[in-house]
């Protein structure tokens, strides 16, 4: 089965500065999506940035990037300009197209944001 | 377009008995997938539908079970509580393939 680490179970960060959060995969398939969720405390996963593995370039969402390096597996999040509202749990997960489609989550890194 | 929406959001049982939690995807997705979200093991895979047919399954006991409805509504079981099964229940839809999957609010179950 895959499996996602996520080694760094807690970051912190001072506001405005910039934070890498680590997720390493193991994979034997070529075809497959990588997400990052963000759940804030007591409130609802939502989807931060999504990374096809077919592409190359790395998804840039606003604030939010990744370091996606397909050989090494592993898929970073990089969160620029930090804000008190970035605080959360954050996901990596996997999604396989080749594996009944089923997503494998990381345990999380929380996240916090340091006034 | 309306989010994926989950009823009960909090549920109060007492061991032994049985509980049936809701999902409604968001429309248009044929995918629904269930987690249970712990502070202790993390969010894990429970199983997933897709136009009624259950795609895949964790490894959870068969006390929990689900089914997915022609309108791609989602339900899940749990039977013969124990104490353990205190927990997030989260529901996740997506269109299918491997599209990212969109989250409900959860049900925080909590057995007594």
């Known amino acids: 089965a895959q499996t996602v680490t996520q080694s760094q179970p807690e970051m912190s960060v001072q506001e405005a500065e910039t934070v890498t959060l680590s997720c390493t995969y193991d994979?034997?398939?070529?075809?497959?999506?990588l997400f990052w969720y963000k759940q804030p405390p007591s409130r609802q996963m939502i989807l931060v940035i999504r990374q096809e593995a077919y592409k190359q370039q790395n998804a840039t969402e606003n604030r939010f990037s990744v370091n996606f390096q397909k050989a090494a597996k592993s898929f970073s999040l990089k969160i620029s300009d930090s804000q008190l509202g970035d605080a959360a749990m954050y996901f990596c997960?996997?999604?396989?197209?080749?594996?009944?489609?089923?997503?494998?989550f990381g345990t999380g890194t929380s996240l916090t944001v340091i006034p | 377009k309306a989010g994926v929406t989950q009823t009960p959001r909090y549920l109060i049982k007492t061991r032994g008995q049985q509980v049936t939690l809701s999902c409604s995807p968001i429309s248009g997705h044929r995918s629904v997938s269930w987690y249970q979200q712990t502070p202790g093991q993390g969010l894990q895979f429970l199983f997933e539908?897709?136009?009624?047919?259950?795609?895949n399954k964790g490894n959870f006991p068969g006390r929990f079970s689900g089914r997915q409805f022609s309108n791609s509504r989602s339900e899940m079981n749990v039977s013969t509580l124990e104490l353990g099964d205190s927990a997030l229940y989260l529901c996740?839809?997506?269109?299918?393939?491997?599209?990212?999957?969109?989250f409900g609010p959860g049900t925080r179950l909590t057995v007594t």
């Open positions: 997960a996997y999604r396989g197209l080749n594996t009944g489609n089923q997503f494998y």
């Open positions: 994979t034997s398939e070529s075809d497959y999506y």
């Open positions: 539908y897709f136009s009624e047919t259950q795609r």
């Open positions: 996740a839809s997506s269109f299918g393939g491997a599209m990212e999957q969109y």
